[in-house]
C-alpha cells in the first residue's frame, strides 16, 4: 500500500517535470518568475517562484510553466534563474550565437 507521502511525493514529481528548464507564471498574473525547488510537505520539493512571492495556498497548479523570459523585478534584480530539475553549475553566455 502506498502511503499519503509516496502519494504526494508523486504527484509533485509529475509537477516537476513541467518545469524543467522553464519559468513559471502565477496564475491569474502576467508577470513571469524565474522557478526553485521549495518545501512542501514533508522533505517533498515542488516548482515556487525564486522570488518568493506568494501564491495563496500553495496549490500546485497555481504555479503555470512557460518558456517565456523572467519579467518579475525581483527575479530579475537578484539574477535568480530557474533552476528546477537542474543540477550542478550552469553558465550563462556571455554573447548570443549569432
Known amino acids: 500500500m502506498t502511503s499519503v507521502v509516496e502519494a504526494f511525493a508523486s504527484v509533485a514529481a509529475q509537477v516537476v517535470e513541467k518545469f524543467v ?3 513559471g507564471r502565477v496564475r491569474g498574473s502576467s508577470v513571469v518568475h524565474a522557478v526553485h525547488p521549495e518545501r512542501w510537505l514533508a522533505e517533498i520539493r515542488v516548482p515556487a517562484p525564486a522570488c518568493r512571492v506568494g501564491m495563496a495556498g500553495f496549490e500546485l497548479d497555481a504555479l503555470v510553466p512557460t518558456d517565456d523570459a523572467v519579467t518579475c523585478a525581483r527575479c530579475l534584480q537578484s539574477g535568480q534563474h530557474s533552476t528546477v530539475g537542474r543540477t550542478g ?3 550563462l553566455p556571455l554573447w548570443d550565437a549569432d
Open 21 to 23: 528548464g522553464r519559468n
Open 89 to 91: 553549475p550552469h553558465q
